[in-house]
Nanobody, 123 residues
Framework: QVQLVESGGRLVQAGGSLRLSCAASGRTFSTYAVGWFRQSPGKEREFVTALDSSGGSTYYTDSMKGRFTISRDNAKDTVYLQMNSLKPEDTAVYYC????????????????WGQGTQVTVSS
């Protein structure tokens, strides 16, 4: 069983940066692939990025590649999402997710979800 708790969401101006954190519980979290998703009002939840258990393989949605960076610190059981050059269209609730298999995270079918953290980008 894995529990995920996101933090770091807040109001930020366009062009700014923000780092989200996802703290995980569970002794074997280091064996899980992790990812970030987001959902804007009136839209479906969309995939942002994913990272395998070792941190060696990453996937990004094209529109966020180069602006967003996922990383993890397995010693702290924490996953991060660094977001730079933020745009108003990045406004959304951001969710952390995990599954033993990277493929399941990338395809949007992880076993575990966090409760989400709100990011609002003002123009």
């Amino acid at each position: 069983q894995v529990q995920l708790v996101e933090s770091g969401g807040r109001l930020v101006q366009a062009g700014g940066s923000l780092r989200l954190s996802c703290a995980a519980s569970g002794r074997t979290f280091s064996t899980y692939a992790v990812g970030w998703f987001r959902q804007s009002p009136g839209k479906e939840r969309e995939f942002v990025t994913a990272l395998d258990s070792s941190g060696g393989s990453t996937y990004y949605t094209d529109s966020m590649k180069g602006r967003f960076t996922i990383s993890r610190d397995n010693a702290k059981d924490t996953v991060y999402l660094q977001m730079n050059s933020l745009k108003p269209e990045d406004t959304a609730v951001y969710y952390c997710a995990a599954h033993l298999r990277l493929y399941m995270v990338v395809t949007g079918t992880p076993d575990y979800w966090g409760q989400g953290t709100q990011v609002t980008v003002s123009s």
